[in-house]
Nanobody, 124 residues
Framework: QVQLVESGGGLVQAGGSLRLSCAASGRSFSNLSMGWFRQAPGKEREFVAAISWISSDTYYADSVKGRFTVSRDNAKNTVYLQMNSLKPEDTAVYYC?????????????????WGQGTQVTVSS
């Protein structure tokens, strides 16, 4: 099992930036991939970005490509989501998730461990 705790959400104006953090604990991370997902009110949860812990291969949804960057800090066992040029449509609860594979994927059912989520609100 992997425990995940997100932080860094908040309220920001359109065009602004936020950095989300996901602190992981519980076991070795070398065989993990981490994903970021989000769920807006009244909508289904959707994929945002993913990263392989060991190779740093990354994968992004088209809607955030060029604006968001996913990265990890091995020493801190933390994954980050840097969000720039934020838009009101980025408003959602953001979740990080872990799967026991070195291959990142956008398929959320492949992730077995989830954090509690952090709210991001972008005002126009």
């Amino acid at each position: 099992q992997v425990q995940l705790v997100e932080s860094g959400g908040g309220l920001v104006q359109a065009g602004g930036s936020l950095r989300l953090s996901c602190a992981a604990s519980g076991r070795s991370f070398s065989n993990l991939s981490m994903g970021w997902f989000r769920q807006a009110p009244g909508k289904e949860r959707e994929f945002v970005a993913a990263i392989s812990w060991i190779s740093s291969d990354t994968y992004y949804a088209d809607s955030v490509k060029g604006r968001f960057t996913v990265s990890r800090d091995n020493a801190k066992n933390t994954v980050y989501l840097q969000m720039n040029s934020l838009k009101p449509e980025d408003t959602a609860v953001y979740y990080c998730a872990a799967r026991f594979s070195r291959v990142p994927t956008s398929y959320q059912n492949a992730y077995g461990n989830w954090g509690q989520g952090t709210q991001v609100t972008v005002s126009s």
